[in-house]
């Protein structure tokens, strides 16, 4: 049986079943006008298919926890447009789309660790580490003497993602990219 949450408990990050699907609350206030009841404004995220709502509940209004959790997982391989990762604990295997990954995809590398959350035993989403490392696999060469400040190129990684580096970064370099935002970050050093 699901935990049962009054409106008062509400915080950024909180977990939610509305009408039978997960949401995460993003953003909440609890409002009390001159007249009337109070009330709580929330812009809360379906957590299956990231659409937004901004529902409004009464103060002293109850909703249900959603049955979430969150398993470390190591990326092994893409087959098929299916991504396999493997339970760091029990050695128990999912798997996601590419849809269910999202943005995600452009960062993934094999024995990259992730955070996956599941909802009622099912995976539903993916967390990667704010920054990964990955190495160039394509990228033209700098011009000598084009030296304009903050010029950039565009080079491949090796997850087929491609982001903007500064024009002394070669191909075979190991970049670190920042999976917040996509960008280059710095180089890294063996």
Known sequence: MADIIDTSEFRNGLKIEIDGEPFEIVYFQH???????????????????????????????????????????????????????????????????KKQLGDAVNYLKENLMVDILFYKNEAIGVTVPNSVDLKITKCDPGMKGDTVNGALKPATLESGYVVNVPLFINEGEVIRVDTRTGEYLTRVTA
């Open 31 to 97: 409002v009390k006008p001159g007249k009337g009841s109070a009330f709580v404004r929330t812009k809360i995220r379906n957590l299956i298919n990231g659409r937004m709502l901004e529902p409004t509940f009464r103060s002293g209004d109850k909703v249900n926890k959603a049955e979430v959790e969150e398993r470390q997982m190591q990326f092994l391989y893409e087959q098929g447009g299916e991504y396999h990762f493997m339970d760091a604990k029990d050695y128990e295997q999912t798997y996601l789309t």
